[in-house]
């Protein structure tokens, strides 16, 4: 892997295993998709830093708890994801989740997206859920292998 950036922009920075979360995309970008990994940097961000993202960027005018940025190129991802803690943290207690469970697949759907999945058109919400459940199961033993 060329490069893995975590950057805070105005929030208190996630706990997270940095060694293992590279193992992690490196394992879902080459075994689900055979692409290697360039340069990605996560900036992390409040509700407040998203929506200004999404209106100057995207020209949206809506919270959301990941915007991915992509610079890759033919078998190549690279790319800048922007995600709100305040969103990840909503949608935790929305659907009974852990905190850290929701910021793992939240962290491994821009790396999806990254990977040429979609999720706007019709049957896509499924498969990038599929995908999402299936790299949080490689999550999972990946740390159960670390013991």
């Keep these: 892997m060329a490069d893995l950036t975590f950057i805070s922009d105005g929030v208190q920075m996630p706990q997270l295993d940095e060694t293992l ?3 992690w995309i490196e394992a879902v970008a080459q075994g689900f998709f055979h692409k290697s990994v360039g340069d990605l940097s996560y900036i992390f ?3 407040e830093k998203i929506i200004e993202v999404n209106r100057q960027y ?11 940025f992509d610079y890759g190129r033919l078998h190549k991802i690279s790319g800048d994801m ?15 989740a852990p905190y850290e469970t929701e910021l793992n697949r939240v ?21 990038m859920e599929s995908y999402e459940n299936k790299s949080l199961e490689l ?7 670390d013991k």
Excluded: W
């Design 139 to 145: 999550l999972s033993q990946l740390q159960n292998s």
């Design 21 to 23: 979360i590279r193992r």
């Design 45 to 47: 961000c409040n509700d």
């Design 82 to 96: 922007f995600i709100s803690l305040d969103t990840v943290r909503s949608n935790a207690e929305m659907v009974g």
């Design 107 to 127: 962290i491994i759907h821009g790396v999806l997206h990254l990977c040429g999945v979609n999720d706007k058109g019709p049957g896509e919400r499924e498969i």
């Design 58 to 68: 995207l020209q949206h005018d809506y919270f959301t708890d990941i915007i991915t």
